[in-house]
């Protein structure tokens, strides 16, 4: 069975760069899907964030375009996310997710991440 | 983009049916075949339940269905169980610029 987990700093300080890393366990990432972040501020909906191929091809929200990078590392099962210059309106929970064209078929359990001095 | 719109909340006795709204535009819902549809429990990552609009996942229980029609696409959970009670977001391919947009999410109570 497919499992991811997010890993990473529960805690950044604002306009720092928030990092966080997805393993992925039970398959191999280098398969013909995309591997997304998606968001979820405290008490609100989803956003995605941004998709990428193991490839390294990324597709990135408009909204975040201009702060957000992603990346893979094939060799450790992983891809990151990095989100640069946050504000306290980051605040959220960070899922990672297999994503097919159009949904996210697995998911992992969630990393909160606050923004705060 | 602005995100998708469901109704805040929607309750049913066991056993009964209730019918979840997820309307967006014809650049979304309308322009594509590819409504998802999550639910969440609490403290948990959401679960993949309709994809496709209307297919269900390996797993996922024949209670739960899903259509669209116009720029409206609808989740229904027939014969209502305790367990069902959780969040329920829809999500829509959006074309290549915007690629995905979820909806505001419905929280599903079971009285």
């Known amino acids: 069975q497919l499992q991811l987990q997010e890993s990473g700093p529960g805690l950044v300080k604002p306009s720092e760069t928030l990092s966080l890393t997805c393993t992925v366990s039970?398959?191999?990432?280098?398969?013909?899907?995309?591997w997304g972040w998606i968001r979820q501020p405290p008490g609100k909906g989803l956003e995605w964030i941004g998709s990428i191929y193991y490839s390294g091809s990324t597709y990135y929200n408009p909204s975040l375009r201009s702060r957000v990078t992603i990346s893979v590392d094939t060799s450790k099962n992983q891809f990151s996310l990095k989100l640069s210059s946050v504000t306290a309106a980051d605040t959220a929970v960070y899922y990672c997710?297999?994503?097919?064209?159009?949904?996210?078929?697995?998911w992992g359990q969630g990393s909160l991440v606050t923004v705060s001095s | 983009q602005s995100a998708l719109t469901q109704p805040r909340s929607v309750s049913g006795s066991p056993g009964q049916s209730v019918t979840i709204s997820c309307t967006g535009t014809?650049?979304?819902?309308?322009?594509?075949?590819?409504v998802s549809w999550y639910q969440q429990h609490p403290g948990k990552g959401p679960k993949l339940m309709i994809y496709?609009?209307?297919k269900r996942p390996s797993g996922v229980p024949d209670r739960f269905s899903g259509s669209k029609s116009g720029n409206t696409a609808s989740l229904t959970i027939s014969g209502l169980q305790s367990e069902d009670e959780a969040d329920y977001y829809c999500?829509?391919?959006?074309?290549?610029?915007?690629?995905?947009?979820f909806g505001t999410g419905t929280k599903v109570t079971v009285l």
């Open positions: 999500c829509s391919y959006a074309g290549m610029y915007t690629h995905y947009v």
């Open positions: 997710a297999r994503a097919t064209t159009r949904d996210f078929d697995f």
């Open positions: 039970g398959g191999s990432i280098s398969t013909s899907y995309y």
């Open positions: 014809s650049s979304d819902v309308g322009g594509y075949n590819y």
């Open positions: 496709d609009v209307s």
